[in-house]
């Protein structure tokens, strides 16, 4: 369909083939492999950066699916206008239309003459955003909108979050260059500062925690105790009012 548009236009047109693995979550690979097969692409036609038409209405539907699933300013941020591309990071990543709606989009599309694909898993339940959509269109209270400018604000929040924690990281975390150890002297009381930090923290050392996992940790560090996350033994020492937590990685388990 895209192809006969297209070409109706003079516009020119590659149809990309990708394999995607069915284990896991089938839609996070899927995004996976769209942008790697997009980086690729731009490479190799020397191009830049590359526009997505994600919009307003994604933006809500995202918000809502986060905040379903307890996550934190991070999850609920918006995305960005423009940022490196996922798993091409050489490559710009540019969303042009996140201030207009779907209904202006489709209204736009029927202006033209056009008549917008649906893709199956946007009705199928077995997804979440699916499942999302369906409750958003029986809910005429909500304003996809409105949503979107709360996702917006939460943004401008993260980035502000953001600076915070960065200056923190850089005065108060260390780590040897071969990642076997590292501590991080809390300064900051605010515990999304010194979640985030511990975030960052073991994202340098090449792991991802989930958010609930980190935020165990967390309080086990802040009560003086001890844990194991990521093959990292985690202790607080030192007195509460100036705390160092030490990260170790742990040597191979022995058999028997």
């Not at 731009?42 to 994604?58: K, L, M, Q, S």
């Not at 300013?73 to 779907?102: E, F, N, T, Y």
């Not at 001890?226 to 985690?234: E, F, H, M, S």
Request: with cysteine; proline share 5%.
């Amino acid at each position: 369909m895209v192809a006969g548009v297209c070409a109706n236009r003079g516009i020119a047109h590659q149809t990309i083939p990708v394999s995607v693995s069915q284990d896991g979550n089938l839609s996070a690979n899927a995004r996976k492999e769209r942008y790697r097969a997009l980086g690729d692409w731009a490479r190799r036609e020397g191009i830049a950066a590359v526009a997505t038409a994600h919009h307003a209405d994604d933006l809500a539907e995202t918000l809502l699916m986060r905040l379903n699933r307890g996550s934190g300013l991070k999850g609920l941020a918006a995305m960005r206008a423009s940022r490196p591309m996922p798993m091409a990071a050489d490559i710009g990543l540019v969303r042009p239309l996140l201030q207009w709606s779907r209904a202006e989009l489709a209204a736009i599309c029927d202006a033209e003459g056009l008549t917008p694909v649906i893709d199956p898993s946007n009705t199928d339940p077995r997804y979440d955003r699916a499942r999302i959509r369906a409750a958003m269109a029986q809910a005429n209270w909500l304003d996809p909108m409105r949503l979107a400018g709360s996702a917006r604000h939460l943004r401008d929040a993260f980035d502000a979050l953001e600076a915070v924690v960065d200056a923190e990281f850089s005065a108060r975390v260390s780590l040897t260059a071969d990642g076997e150890t590292a501590a991080y002297n809390p300064q900051s009381q605010a515990r999304a500062v010194r979640y985030r930090v511990l975030e960052k923290l073991f994202a340098q050392l090449g792991s991802a925690p989930r958010g609930g996992e980190i935020e165990r940790l967390l309080g086990t560090l802040e009560s003086g105790g001890v844990a194991t996350l990521a093959g990292y033994r985690c202790a607080a020492h030192g007195p509460a009012n100036a705390p160092e937590w030490r990260l170790t990685r742990e040597g191979p388990r022995k058999s028997g």
